[in-house]
């Protein structure tokens, strides 16, 4: 098992481009996220999916877009890149769902500065 | 609504020496706790888990935290710190009232010195 994989693992963008980070895992999860790592702020939710078919805003969605393609994958999409969204970006999953454990799994992370 | 504070941005322990990181949290209902390690430009890795169980979790490394309802408490502790734990540490809490959503701490960083 893989366990969870993000592409790319490093990307620099101008202002105003647009890109979309990929997630992908094998764990037969239900549910899966994506997170911002900024220096001293721990990771801040900014969207996720608790099933297929289904996804919901978290703490800090504003800028960004996300799809849940099927149950392996789950995009993030930023649409105008902007300086402010230079992170580091991770993806997790968990099985949750009825009695399911709400565990979350992390990928490497994808590093994105925005210049 | 559900908050974690980790009570020190920075330790500093000596190799050998035992490793205490302080998490206080804040929950409506009875939480799942976690601790995470990242070490230095890698992902997270889940070290243990409190779901109300045995109060004492033991984890991966030699770590181990305790519940403490009273004090509203999930301190992290190693007895003898080992050069690789050098790394940052989260504190988590989780609701299934919460939609099973994470809140992390801001992260504790472990220096260990030979």
């Known amino acids: 098992n893989a366990g969870v994989t993000q592409t790319p693992k490093f990307q620099v963008l101008k202002t105003g481009q647009s890109m979309t980070l990929q997630c992908a895992q094998d764990m037969n999860h239900n549910s899966m996220y994506w997170y911002r790592q900024d220096p001293g702020m721990g990771l801040r939710l900014i969207y996720y999916s608790a099933s297929e078919g289904t996804t919901d805003k978290g703490e800090v969605p504003n800028g960004y877009n996300v799809s849940r393609l099927n149950k392996r994958e789950f995009s993030l999409r930023l649409e105008s890149a902007a300086p402010s969204q230079t992170s580091v970006y991770f993806c997790?999953?968990?099985?949750?769902?009825?009695?399911?454990?709400?565990?979350?799994?992390f990928g490497p992370g994808t590093r994105l500065t925005v210049l | 609504a559900q908050s974690v504070t980790q009570l020190d941005s920075h330790v500093s322990v000596s190799e050998g020496t035992p490793v205490l990181l302080r998490c206080n949290y804040s929950?409506?209902?009875?939480?799942?706790l976690f601790w995470y390690v990242q070490h230095p430009n890698k992902g997270l890795q889940l070290l243990l888990k409190y779901t109300s169980a045995a109060t004492l979790v033991k984890g991966i490394n030699g770590f181990e935290a305790e519940f403490k309802k009273s004090e509203t408490s999930f301190h992290l502790t190693k007895p003898s710190a080992h050069m690789s734990d050098a790394a940052e540490y989260f504190c988590?809490?989780?609701?299934?009232?919460?939609?099973?959503?994470?809140?992390f701490g801001g992260g504790t960083r472990v220096l260990v010195k030979p």
């Open positions: 929950s409506s209902y009875s939480p799942s």
């Open positions: 988590v809490v989780s609701e299934r009232a919460a939609g099973n959503k994470l809140t």
């Open positions: 997790a999953s968990s099985e949750v769902g009825g009695l399911g454990s709400d565990t979350q799994y």
